[in-house]
């Protein structure tokens, strides 16, 4: 199996910019779709993000469109979320994941990270 762990989290001021990464070690990283969600206190876990097999297809939820870039080298065996322009609401632990392909990467991802916390002050 395929361990995820995230790493880049921290305290930002509201405009701020974070970078996040997720390094994977053991099965194969460049055939796994990988994904960034976040939750929230009291919320469910939301999508935020997913990337292909290869970065050549990525995909954003509306609430993160135009601030937040996703990316990957398989070299490196790791996927990284560019945060910018950083609201109060982005506040959450943040998740990354793996899946065989972008759907579902999105719905049923097969392996999780242990998270990292983003925290944006006002």
């Known amino acids: 199996q395929v361990q995820l762990v995230e790493s880049g989290g921290g305290l930002v001021q509201a405009g701020g910019s974070l970078r996040l990464s997720c390094e994977a070690s053991?099965?194969?990283?460049?055939?796994?779709?990988m994904g960034w969600f976040r939750q929230a206190p009291g919320k469910e876990r939301e999508f935020a993000a997913s990337?292909?097999?290869?970065?050549?297809?990525?995909y954003y939820a509306d609430s993160v469109k135009g601030r937040f870039t996703i990316s990957r080298d398989n070299a490196k065996n790791t996927v990284y979320l560019q945060m910018n322009s950083l609201k109060p609401e982005d506040t959450a632990v943040y998740y990354c994941?793996?899946?065989?392909?972008?759907?579902?990467?999105?719905?049923?991802?097969?392996?999780w990270g242990q998270g990292t916390q983003v925290t944006v002050s006002s």
């Open positions: 994941a793996a899946g065989v392909s972008t759907m579902f990467v999105r719905t049923t991802p097969f392996q």
């Open positions: 053991g099965g194969t990283f460049s055939r796994y779709a």
């Open positions: 990337i292909n097999w290869n970065g050549a297809s990525t």
